[in-house]
Protein backbone atom coordinates (compact mmCIF):
# COMPACT_ATOMS: atom_id res chain seq x y z
CA UNK A 1 0.00 0.00 0.00
CA UNK A 2 1.23 3.45 -1.15
CA UNK A 3 2.41 6.15 1.60
CA UNK A 4 0.17 9.57 1.12
CA UNK A 5 -0.09 12.89 3.28
CA UNK A 6 -2.50 15.05 3.72
CA UNK A 7 -0.75 18.32 5.37
CA UNK A 8 -3.73 20.34 6.26
CA UNK A 9 -3.92 24.05 7.16
CA UNK A 10 -5.80 25.02 9.80
CA UNK A 11 -7.67 28.44 10.53
CA UNK A 12 -8.22 29.39 6.75
CA UNK A 13 -9.83 32.61 6.92
CA UNK A 14 -8.89 33.97 10.25
CA UNK A 15 -7.14 36.73 9.10
CA UNK A 16 -4.92 37.86 6.03
CA UNK A 17 -1.71 36.61 7.97
CA UNK A 18 -3.21 33.34 8.15
CA UNK A 19 -4.30 33.44 4.32
CA UNK A 20 -0.79 34.43 3.07
CA UNK A 21 0.56 31.70 5.00
CA UNK A 22 -1.64 29.38 4.25
CA UNK A 23 -0.81 30.06 0.34
CA UNK A 24 2.32 30.14 0.29
CA UNK A 25 2.96 26.93 2.23
CA UNK A 26 1.12 25.62 -0.88
CA UNK A 27 2.89 27.34 -3.81
CA UNK A 28 6.41 26.41 -2.04
CA UNK A 29 5.50 23.49 0.43
CA UNK A 30 3.39 20.46 1.05
CA UNK A 31 0.03 21.78 1.84
CA UNK A 32 -2.48 20.60 -0.86
CA UNK A 33 -5.42 20.82 1.89
CA UNK A 34 -6.89 23.36 4.11
CA UNK A 35 -9.91 24.17 6.38
CA UNK A 36 -11.80 27.56 6.25
CA UNK A 37 -12.99 29.56 9.44
CA UNK A 38 -16.40 30.78 7.53
CA UNK A 39 -17.10 33.55 9.71
CA UNK A 40 -13.82 34.76 11.27
CA UNK A 41 -12.35 38.40 9.35
CA UNK A 42 -10.03 36.94 6.52
CA UNK A 43 -12.95 34.18 5.42
CA UNK A 44 -13.88 36.57 2.36
CA UNK A 45 -10.08 36.80 1.11
CA UNK A 46 -9.56 33.57 1.90
CA UNK A 47 -12.34 32.37 -0.09
CA UNK A 48 -11.64 34.54 -3.27
CA UNK A 49 -8.23 33.01 -3.01
CA UNK A 50 -9.10 29.69 -2.94
CA UNK A 51 -11.39 30.14 -5.97
CA UNK A 52 -8.06 31.39 -7.82
CA UNK A 53 -5.89 28.58 -6.61
CA UNK A 54 -7.71 24.90 -7.45
CA UNK A 55 -4.78 22.89 -6.59
CA UNK A 56 -5.73 23.69 -3.15
CA UNK A 57 -8.19 21.86 -1.54
CA UNK A 58 -10.66 23.28 1.27
CA UNK A 59 -12.87 21.99 3.74
CA UNK A 60 -14.93 23.63 6.14
CA UNK A 61 -12.52 24.18 9.92
CA UNK A 62 -16.11 24.07 12.27
CA UNK A 63 -15.89 26.44 15.07
CA UNK A 64 -17.78 26.89 18.47
CA UNK A 65 -14.99 28.37 20.31
CA UNK A 66 -13.84 31.50 18.52
CA UNK A 67 -15.78 34.50 17.61
CA UNK A 68 -19.87 34.77 17.10
CA UNK A 69 -21.99 31.82 15.76
CA UNK A 70 -23.36 32.44 11.86
CA UNK A 71 -26.88 32.00 13.80
CA UNK A 72 -28.77 34.44 15.78
CA UNK A 73 -26.91 33.63 19.09
CA UNK A 74 -30.83 33.12 20.86
CA UNK A 75 -31.16 30.78 18.38
CA UNK A 76 -28.20 28.71 20.21
CA UNK A 77 -27.94 29.46 23.51
CA UNK A 78 -26.05 27.17 24.97
CA UNK A 79 -23.55 27.61 22.63
CA UNK A 80 -22.33 31.68 23.98
CA UNK A 81 -22.04 33.63 26.37
CA UNK A 82 -23.95 36.53 27.75
CA UNK A 83 -22.20 38.89 24.89
CA UNK A 84 -23.23 36.36 21.78
CA UNK A 85 -20.01 35.60 21.43
CA UNK A 86 -18.42 31.73 21.44
CA UNK A 87 -16.89 30.60 24.63
CA UNK A 88 -13.43 30.12 24.01
CA UNK A 89 -12.12 26.55 24.98
CA UNK A 90 -14.14 23.34 24.88
CA UNK A 91 -14.12 22.86 28.62
CA UNK A 92 -16.47 25.44 28.67
CA UNK A 93 -19.31 23.64 26.38
CA UNK A 94 -18.64 20.58 28.00
CA UNK A 95 -22.14 19.54 29.85
CA UNK A 96 -23.54 22.80 28.57
CA UNK A 97 -23.82 22.27 24.69
CA UNK A 98 -26.55 21.09 23.48
CA UNK A 99 -26.33 18.52 20.13
CA UNK A 100 -29.49 20.30 18.00
CA UNK A 101 -28.05 23.38 18.82
CA UNK A 102 -24.48 22.24 17.35
CA UNK A 103 -25.39 20.82 14.61
CA UNK A 104 -28.00 23.73 13.48
CA UNK A 105 -24.73 25.76 13.66
CA UNK A 106 -22.37 23.85 11.92
CA UNK A 107 -24.97 23.41 9.23
CA UNK A 108 -25.34 27.01 8.66
CA UNK A 109 -21.28 27.76 8.87
CA UNK A 110 -21.64 24.89 6.08
CA UNK A 111 -24.31 26.79 3.91
CA UNK A 112 -22.12 29.50 4.35
CA UNK A 113 -19.24 27.62 2.91
CA UNK A 114 -21.33 26.78 -0.01
CA UNK A 115 -21.99 30.20 -0.64
CA UNK A 116 -18.55 31.50 -1.01
CA UNK A 117 -18.65 29.47 -4.04
CA UNK A 118 -16.13 26.80 -2.48
CA UNK A 119 -16.58 22.84 -2.87
CA UNK A 120 -15.71 21.85 0.32
CA UNK A 121 -12.87 18.17 0.85
CA UNK A 122 -14.04 17.73 4.15
CA UNK A 123 -14.97 18.73 7.49
CA UNK A 124 -12.95 19.10 10.57
CA UNK A 125 -13.21 21.70 13.78
CA UNK A 126 -11.16 24.52 15.67
CA UNK A 127 -9.67 23.19 18.94
CA UNK A 128 -11.00 18.91 17.77
CA UNK A 129 -14.72 20.57 19.22
CA UNK A 130 -16.16 17.68 17.22
CA UNK A 131 -14.47 15.31 19.39
CA UNK A 132 -16.59 15.97 22.38
CA UNK A 133 -19.57 13.72 23.01
CA UNK A 134 -21.99 16.24 22.74
CA UNK A 135 -20.45 17.34 18.99
CA UNK A 136 -19.62 13.80 17.62
CA UNK A 137 -23.37 12.55 16.82
CA UNK A 138 -24.02 16.64 15.27
CA UNK A 139 -20.91 15.77 12.89
CA UNK A 140 -21.57 12.60 11.90
CA UNK A 141 -25.15 13.98 10.67
CA UNK A 142 -23.30 16.82 8.81
CA UNK A 143 -21.16 14.25 7.09
CA UNK A 144 -23.36 12.03 5.72
CA UNK A 145 -25.83 14.94 4.49
CA UNK A 146 -23.48 16.21 2.42
CA UNK A 147 -20.97 13.14 1.82
CA UNK A 148 -17.69 14.45 3.17
CA UNK A 149 -15.17 12.80 5.28
CA UNK A 150 -14.29 14.33 9.03
CA UNK A 151 -11.04 14.44 10.57
CA UNK A 152 -10.25 11.88 13.18
CA UNK A 153 -8.22 13.44 15.88
CA UNK A 154 -8.20 10.35 17.88
CA UNK A 155 -8.35 6.27 17.25
CA UNK A 156 -11.70 6.77 19.47
CA UNK A 157 -13.20 9.12 16.98
CA UNK A 158 -11.84 7.15 13.66
CA UNK A 159 -13.46 4.44 15.12
CA UNK A 160 -16.76 6.14 15.47
CA UNK A 161 -17.02 7.60 12.18
CA UNK A 162 -16.36 3.93 10.68
CA UNK A 163 -18.98 2.67 12.59
CA UNK A 164 -21.35 5.47 10.92
CA UNK A 165 -20.14 5.19 7.68
CA UNK A 166 -17.82 8.53 7.35
CA UNK A 167 -14.44 8.51 5.08
CA UNK A 168 -11.86 9.21 7.38
CA UNK A 169 -7.83 9.14 7.37
CA UNK A 170 -5.91 5.87 8.39
CA UNK A 171 -3.76 7.49 10.61
CA UNK A 172 -3.66 11.45 11.82
CA UNK A 173 -0.13 13.59 13.47
CA UNK A 174 -1.43 16.17 15.39
CA UNK A 175 1.60 17.38 17.40
CA UNK A 176 3.37 19.10 14.82
CA UNK A 177 2.36 22.06 17.18
CA UNK A 178 4.82 24.50 19.10
CA UNK A 179 8.08 24.75 20.03
CA UNK A 180 10.67 23.36 19.69
CA UNK A 181 8.72 20.99 17.48
CA UNK A 182 7.80 23.82 14.64
CA UNK A 183 10.84 24.93 14.25
CA UNK A 184 13.14 21.75 14.05
CA UNK A 185 12.75 19.91 10.53
CA UNK A 186 14.58 17.64 12.11
CA UNK A 187 11.50 16.19 13.99
CA UNK A 188 9.15 16.07 10.84
CA UNK A 189 11.95 13.95 9.18
CA UNK A 190 12.08 11.68 12.35
CA UNK A 191 8.07 11.56 11.61
CA UNK A 192 7.93 11.03 7.42
CA UNK A 193 11.15 8.32 7.53
CA UNK A 194 8.42 6.13 10.01
CA UNK A 195 5.15 7.15 7.72
CA UNK A 196 3.18 4.14 8.01
CA UNK A 197 1.31 3.04 4.70
CA UNK A 198 -2.10 4.44 3.89
CA UNK A 199 -3.66 8.18 4.28
CA UNK A 200 -1.90 10.11 7.21
CA UNK A 201 -3.01 13.87 8.14
CA UNK A 202 -1.19 16.00 9.69
CA UNK A 203 -2.33 18.99 11.29
CA UNK A 204 -0.54 22.40 10.67
CA UNK A 205 -0.97 26.31 11.17
CA UNK A 206 0.99 28.40 8.63
CA UNK A 207 0.86 31.88 8.87
CA UNK A 208 3.04 35.28 8.11
CA UNK A 209 3.80 37.25 11.69
CA UNK A 210 1.28 40.41 11.77
CA UNK A 211 0.04 42.04 14.77
CA UNK A 212 -3.60 41.43 13.88
CA UNK A 213 -3.07 37.66 14.14
CA UNK A 214 -1.31 37.98 17.38
CA UNK A 215 -4.59 39.93 19.01
CA UNK A 216 -6.62 37.06 17.26
CA UNK A 217 -4.44 34.28 19.02
CA UNK A 218 -2.07 33.52 21.35
CA UNK A 219 -0.95 30.87 18.78
CA UNK A 220 1.02 33.42 16.65
CA UNK A 221 4.82 33.47 16.33
CA UNK A 222 5.31 29.32 16.21
CA UNK A 223 2.73 29.66 12.80
CA UNK A 224 5.43 31.92 11.18
CA UNK A 225 7.97 29.09 12.31
CA UNK A 226 6.06 26.16 11.01
CA UNK A 227 5.81 27.94 7.86
CA UNK A 228 9.63 28.00 8.14
CA UNK A 229 9.87 24.42 8.13
CA UNK A 230 6.82 23.37 6.02
CA UNK A 231 8.75 25.55 3.08
CA UNK A 232 11.68 22.77 3.55
CA UNK A 233 9.53 19.88 2.51
CA UNK A 234 8.22 20.83 -0.88
CA UNK A 235 6.53 17.26 -2.40
CA UNK A 236 9.44 16.63 -4.98
CA UNK A 237 11.54 16.32 -1.58
CA UNK A 238 8.81 14.00 0.17
CA UNK A 239 8.16 11.93 -3.01
CA UNK A 240 12.37 11.41 -3.26
CA UNK A 241 13.28 10.97 -0.07
CA UNK A 242 10.68 9.14 1.36
CA UNK A 243 8.50 8.04 -1.90
CA UNK A 244 5.66 9.47 -0.05
CA UNK A 245 2.72 11.57 -2.08
CA UNK A 246 1.37 14.35 -1.23
CA UNK A 247 -2.55 14.94 -1.28
CA UNK A 248 -5.56 17.08 -0.32
CA UNK A 249 -8.59 15.37 1.81
CA UNK A 250 -9.76 15.24 -1.79
CA UNK A 251 -8.41 11.74 -2.44
CA UNK A 252 -10.22 10.91 0.78
CA UNK A 253 -14.04 11.88 -0.58
CA UNK A 254 -13.81 10.97 -3.85
CA UNK A 255 -11.88 7.03 -2.82
CA UNK A 256 -15.43 6.92 -0.44
CA UNK A 257 -17.95 8.07 -3.32
Do not use: K
Not at 244 to 250: C, E, Y
Amino acid sequence: MARVIIFNADDFGLCPAVNQGVLQAHAAGPVRSTTLMVHMPGAGEAAAMARRTPTLGVGVHLTLTAGRPVLPPEEVPSLVDAEGRFFPRRVHLAGRARTQEIEREWTAQVERFLALGLTPTHLDSHHHAHAMPEALPAIIRIARRYGLPVRSPSPEVRAALREAGVATTDHYIGDFYDRPRVSDPGWLVERLAQLPEGITEVMCHPAVASPELAALSSYNDQRAEELATLLAFPPEVLAERWGIAVASWAAVRDGSR
